[in-house]
């Protein structure tokens, strides 16, 4: 059965530090990874995409790599801003004929002005 | 293009009621998935449906059921609400498969008294 985790639980930063935010991943057989945001209260919003045959994607300041044969994926913030202020969740998509993802429990992320 | 809408935003209802909850997903888009996100269970897979039927189901009782009309625009519905029904649903839209990015809704915020 497919567990996802996310450490750290939660994390606080000054603002205009860089900063990874880590997810794992037990089964290996992904077809691909989806970061998101989540702001409090509200729906979530795609952030990158990484496909199983990739390794690594990159948006604006946010860059997500993928290594598929250990199990982890990292999402880097450059130069944090308080604005990027959210809960990131990381998602695995399964091979196979499924739409189903597998989210991981999320990173709580303060950057401090 | 418009993003994935749901309606209601938000909803209070008491035990034994049961409830329509309604998401209509980006023009083009013909698959939409169902997701609960509670503070405890995290984000978990309830249901897909593509061209109007469904294709995956998750671990939920037969009290949570769905459907999806020939507009892709999709429904799911919960009999003999309980208090452990209390959260927020979301969905999401894709092209065809989950293998492109899946899109949220804002979700709706379900209480239950």
């Known amino acids: 059965k497919q567990e996802v985790t996310q450490i750290p639980a939660a994390l606080s930063v000054p603002e205009g530090e860089n900063l990874v935010l880590n997810c794992s991943f037990t089964d290996s057989a992904i077809y691909n990874l989806q970061w998101f945001r989540q702001d409090p209260g509200k729906g979530l919003t795609s952030l990158l995409l990484?496909?199983?045959?990739?390794r690594e994607q990159t948006s604006g300041r946010l860059n997500a790599s993928l290594d598929k044969s250990s199990g982890r994926s990292t999402l880097y913030i450059a130069a944090s801003q308080p604005g990027d202020s959210a809960t990131y969740l990381c998602?695995?998509?399964?091979?196979?004929?499924?739409?189903?993802?597998?989210f991981g429990t999320g990173t709580l992320l303060a950057v401090q002005p | 293009k418009a993003g994935v809408t749901q309606t209601p935003r938000y909803l209070i209802k008491t035990r034994g009621q049961q409830v329509t909850l309604s998401c209509s997903p980006i023009?083009?888009?013909?698959?939409v998935s169902w997701y609960q996100q509670t503070p405890g269970q995290g984000l978990q897979f309830l249901f897909e449906y593509f061209s109007e039927t469904q294709r995956n189901k998750g671990n939920f009782p037969g009290r949570f059921s769905g459907r999806q009309f020939s507009n892709s625009r999709s429904e799911m519905n919960v009999s003999t609400l309980e208090l452990g029904d209390s959260a927020l649903y979301l969905c999401a839209s894709s092209l065809v498969s989950g293998r492109e990015t899946q899109y949220f809704g804002p979700g709706t915020r379900l209480l239950v008294l």
């Open positions: 990484i496909q199983s045959s990739q």
């Open positions: 998602a695995v998509l399964e091979g196979g004929a499924t739409n189903k993802l597998i």
């Open positions: 023009s083009g888009h013909r698959s």
